[in-house]
C-alpha cells in the first residue's frame, strides 16, 4: 500500500487549492450568510467539472478516483467547510448510482449530477430515526412514496433525492426527481451554528408517484446504504481536515505576528506547544482521511473500519484545534466572520452530520467483532 500521493495528485492538490483561493475565500462570507445563491455557485462549480470529479468519463465526468475527490473537499473546506457537506450529499446520491445504478440510471442522472445541473440530496433520516435510521417510517406501498425526512443538506436546491423508505419487507432506497411536483415539499433552510452555507432541509413526500425507475439497489439496499454513509463520512473527515489546516494557518500567522510582553506571542512555550500538537493532529488526520479514500477501492474491506476513523478522529481533531486557534487569537479570535470563529463552529457541526461520533465508535466496536 502507498499512502503517499502520487505526482498527480500533488499537482491535483495544488491545482484544487489554487481554485479554492481564487473562487471560494472572496465568497465564503456570502456563502455563508446566504447573501450569494449557493445554487448559482454549486451550478458554476459543476460547468468548471468539479461535482463529476468521480463521474465516469463515458458519463460526462473526469473518471477521477475517490482521493481526487477528498482532495477538492479539502482544498474547498480550509474556507468553507460548508461546500464540504454541500459535496459529501451530492457525491453521496453520485456514488450510489456509480456503484448501484442500472445503465437507466447512470445514463439518466450521472451526465446531469456531473455538469451541476442536478444536485444530488441524501433523504434518509426522520425525526424519530436519526442515529438508529433503519427506523424510518416513509413508505412506498402502491407505488407512492409517503413520509417526511429531516436535515436534507441540497433539500432547496435538489434536483435529485435519493430516499430511504420502508416496503412491506424492509426499507429500499427510491431516486426521487424534485421536479416542479407538488407531492414534494421542501421546507425552509435550517439555521444552524455551523456549516452554514449548506442548506439543510425538512422534505416531506405526500402520495408522490414514484418513476417505474425509481428502485436502485434492489434487493443490496444494505450495501448500498453502506457505501452511501461511508463516502459521506470520509468527505466530512476531509472538510474537518480543511477545518483544521484553517485552525493552523491562522493561528500560526497570528502568532509570528503578535506581539506581548515585548516579543512574539510564538516565544512563548505555551503556544508553540498549542501549535505543535495542532500541526501534528491534522496531518494525523490527513493520514487517515486519504488512507480511507483509497481502501475505498482498494481494499474495500477495510473501509468501513477506515471511513469511521476519518470522520471520528478528523472531526474531534478539527473541534480541540480550532478551540485552540481561537484561544491564541485571544479576543480576535471570537470576533464573527474572522476564520477561526467560523472554523470553531463549523467543527462542532462536523462531529453530528453524517453520522455522530458515538455511531462511528459503535461502527468500530462491530468491526473489532466485540
Ligand atoms: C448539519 C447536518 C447535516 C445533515 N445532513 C443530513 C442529510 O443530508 N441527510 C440525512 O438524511 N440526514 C442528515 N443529517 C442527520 C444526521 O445524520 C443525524 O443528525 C445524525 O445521524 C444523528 O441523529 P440525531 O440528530 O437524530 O441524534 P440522535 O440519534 O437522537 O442521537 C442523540 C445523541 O445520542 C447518541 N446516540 C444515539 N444512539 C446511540 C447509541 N446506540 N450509543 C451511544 N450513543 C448514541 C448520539 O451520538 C447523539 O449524541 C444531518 C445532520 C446535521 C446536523
Known amino acids: 500500500m502507498n499512502t503517499f500521493l502520487s505526482e498527480s495528485q500533488e499537482a491535483l492538490k495544488d491545482t484544487y487549492l489554487a481554485f479554492a483561493k481564487e473562487h471560494v475565500l472572496p465568497v465564503a462570507n456570502q456563502l455563508e450568510d446566504h447573501t450569494l445563491s449557493l445554487k448559482d455557485f454549486v451550478q458554476k462549480l459543476g460547468q468548471q467539472g468539479y461535482l463529476g470529479i468521480v463521474v465516469p468519463k463515458e458519463y460526462g465526468g473526469a473518471g477521477g478516483n475517490f482521493i481526487d ?4 473537499v479539502e482544498a474547498v473546506s480550509q474556507f468553507d467547510a460548508g461546500l464540504g457537506l454541500t459535496l459529501a450529499s451530492h457525491y453521496g446520491v453520485v456514488e450510489l448510482i456509480n456503484k448501484f445504478g442500472s445503465d437507466v440510471q447512470k445514463s439518466r442522472y450521472l ?26 417510517a416513509t413508505t412506498t406501498t402502491g407505488g407512492a412514496l409517503r413520509g417526511e425526512k429531516t436535515w436534507v443538506v441540497n433539500g432547496s436546491i435538489a434536483g435529485l433525492f435519493a430516499v430511504l423508505a420502508r416496503t412491506e419487507s424492509g426499507v429500499e432506497i427510491r431516486l426521487v426527481d424534485s421536479a416542479a411536483d407538488k407531492s414534494i415539499k421542501v421546507g425552509a433552510d435550517k439555521s444552524k451554528l455551523g456549516l452554514r452555507s449548506a442548506v439543510t432541509n425538512d422534505v416531506s413526500f405526500d ?3 414514484l418513476g417505474k425507475d425509481s428502485l436502485i439497489a434492489e434487493g443490496k439496499t444494505d450495501a448500498a446504504l453502506q457505501l452511501v454513509m461511508n463516502v459521506a463520512k470520509v468527505i466530512a473527515g476531509a472538510a474537518s481536515v480543511g477545518v483544521v489546516e484553517s485552525a493552523l494557518s491562522h493561528s500560526a ?3 509570528r505576528t503578535r506581539e506581548q510582553f515585548g516579543q512574539k506571542i510564538s516565544q512563548f512555550q505555551g503556544i508553540q506547544w498549542k501549535l505543535a500538537d495542532m500541526s501534528a493532529e491534522a496531518a494525523a488526520a490527513r493520514l487517515l482521511t486519504y488512507r480511507a479514500a483509497w481502501s475505498k477501492d482498494d481494499k474495500p474491506e477495510e473501509f468501513v473500519r477506515d471511513a469511521a476513523m476519518s470522520k471520528l478522529f478528523a472531526s474531534k481533531v478539527a473541534r480541540l484545534h480550532s478551540a485552540e486557534a481561537v484561544q491564541i487569537l485571544g479576543a480576535l479570535g471570537i470576533l464573527s466572520d474572522s476564520p477561526t470563529e467560523r472554523a470553531y463552529r463549523d467543527s462542532k ?22
Open 69 to 72: 475527490l477528498v482532495l477538492f
Open 111 to 136: 451526465p446531469l449530477l456531473a455538469r451541476g445541473e442536478c444536485v444530488g440530496a441524501l433523504a434518509i433520516n426522520e425525526q424519530q430515526a436519526g442515529t438508529d435510521f433503519m427506523a424510518v
Open 207 to 209: 402520495k408522490h408517484q
Open 253 to 255: 500567522e497570528h502568532a
Open 349 to 370: 457541526v462536523l462531529e453530528i452530520a453524517e453520522g455522530t461520533s458515538e455511531a462511528q465508535k459503535l461502527s468500530l466496536v462491530k468491526e473489532l467483532g466485540i
